[in-house]
């Protein structure tokens, strides 16, 4: 099969595998580029695969940098643009599940390509547009399948991490992970216990902001991938209840994926759940608020005090994940509420602690913080206009 109007990305990169065919080596381009051609996906990074080794690639061009060398990646720096280069390998033993003991170059393209994680993956394309495609990938796009390449539980031994790559691809593209598959993972689902969690982290997260998330959330399910992630084992039955959702409102963010998740989860102890997934301390802030906000949200409606405490990014936060859980939300009329707050931040008080020691004459002390405090109230209930000369004749009024 030759590919008959090539991509732009791949045009502008045919350049560089001229080169490297006209120094004696094969090039083609390979991976989920290629694959994304018969998705009618847009084209991100345009990955090459060549016979040269790394040090011969290097003599070659004239601006390279040495990304991962080790693995035979070498990024080829051309007219404004940049190309991963990556020399053909073969991978030995995996101790880890994760990484390979060695790394071996080669010369072959079937070598290469036979160690990759799916069919779908597994293909290459020539500057000609013409695509090799030896382990039957196309059927298995056209199929809409997931299929490991060669021996399934080969590949997961080999990279653990692959099973919730699997499983992220199919939130993420709507295929069914072909029965082999599912079942290899299904057996080997243990092994995500030796994989960092920071790296399945970044799968599960993008699985659950998939437009399909539920193909992909309900084999994580079937197959007990769960039960190796942080926090959610014997969480089955709660994580059921995220498939009743409407899959149809996508879940945008990060931030929203994770409070959704706490909220569905009923999880007591958010500080811990998200420090054991190693999230950022800026999303335990946001998810921590988040939580309290839309419980009290079920209740009442938000207070001045409530939307000045959280700020815009949690109000808009929960919003959006009271949307997904099929709650009346007023997003927009909540948000002219929070642009009618006499104040946003204690920063927009016209008063600080300095201008009021030199005000009152007074030395520092619990004091001033909560001199502070009661006039930040106050502005914000609207008791007490934000002004100078108002602010500082009501501490002078307050210290006494």
């Given at each position: 099969m030759t590919i008959e109007k090539m991509p732009l990305e791949f045009k502008?990169?045919?350049?560089?595998?001229?080169?490297?065919?006209?120094?004696?080596?094969?090039?083609?381009f390979v991976g989920g580029s290629v694959r994304d051609i018969f998705l009618n996906h847009p084209i991100h990074d345009v990955d090459i695969a060549t016979s040269a080794f790394p040090e011969e690639v290097k003599q070659i061009f004239k601006k390279t940098v040495d990304v991962g060398i080790e693995h035979g990646t070498v990024l080829v720096l051309f007219e404004h643009e940049q190309y991963e280069v990556t020399t053909f390998r073969t991978e030995s033993t995996y101790?880890?599940?994760?990484?390979?003991?060695?790394?071996?170059?080669v010369r072959s393209l079937e070598e290469d390509l036979k160690r990759r994680d799916f069919t779908m993956n597994a293909l290459a394309m020539d500057l000609d547009g013409k695509i090799i495609d030896l382990f039957n990938g196309i059927e298995a796009i056209n199929k809409k399948e997931i299929v490991a390449?060669?021996?399934?539980?080969?590949r997961f031994n080999e990279d653990a991490l692959r099973m919730m790559r699997g499983l992220r691809f199919s939130s993420q593209l709507n295929f069914t992970?072909?029965?082999?598959?599912?079942?290899?993972?299904r057996e080997h689902h243990a092994l995500l216990d030796k994989i960092s969690v920071e790296r399945i982290n970044i799968e599960w997260i993008k699985l659950?902001?998939?437009?399909?998330?539920?193909?992909?959330l309900l084999t994580f399910i079937e197959t007990g991938c769960y039960q190796y992630c942080p926090g959610l084992k014997n969480k089955q039955k709660e994580l059921m209840n995220l498939l009743l959702l409407d899959e149809s409102l996508v879940i945008k963010s990060e931030e929203i994926a994770w409070l959704l998740l706490c909220y569905v989860l009923d999880i007591e102890n958010t500080n811990q759940f998200l420090r054991d997934w190693k999230c950022s301390n800026k999303i335990l802030q946001n998810i921590n608020q988040g939580m309290k906000q839309l419980k009290k949200r079920k209740l009442e409606e938000w207070s001045n005090d409530d939307l000045y405490r959280s700020g815009e990014e949690v109000v808009i936060l929960v919003e959006e994940v009271r949307t997904?859980?099929?709650e009346e939300s007023t997003l927009e009329q909540v948000m002219v509420s929070y642009e009618k707050l006499p104040i946003k931040s204690m920063k927009e008080l016209e008063v600080n602690g300095k201008e009021l020691l030199t005000y009152l004459d007074a030395q520092p002390g619990p004091w001033l913080g909560e001199i502070l405090g009661t006039l930040e109230e106050k502005v914000l209930n609207g008791e007490l206009p934000n002004n100078k000369e108002k602010l500082l004749e009501r501490a002078k009024i307050l210290r006494k």
């Open positions: 502008q990169a045919i350049p560089i595998i001229k080169k490297i065919e006209q120094a004696g080596f094969e090039a083609y101790q880890d599940y994760r990484r390979p003991d060695e790394v071996t170059f390449v060669g021996n399934p539980s080969e992970i072909e029965e082999n598959t599912k079942e290899a993972i659950l902001l998939g437009n399909y998330r539920n193909k992909g997904i859980l099929g």
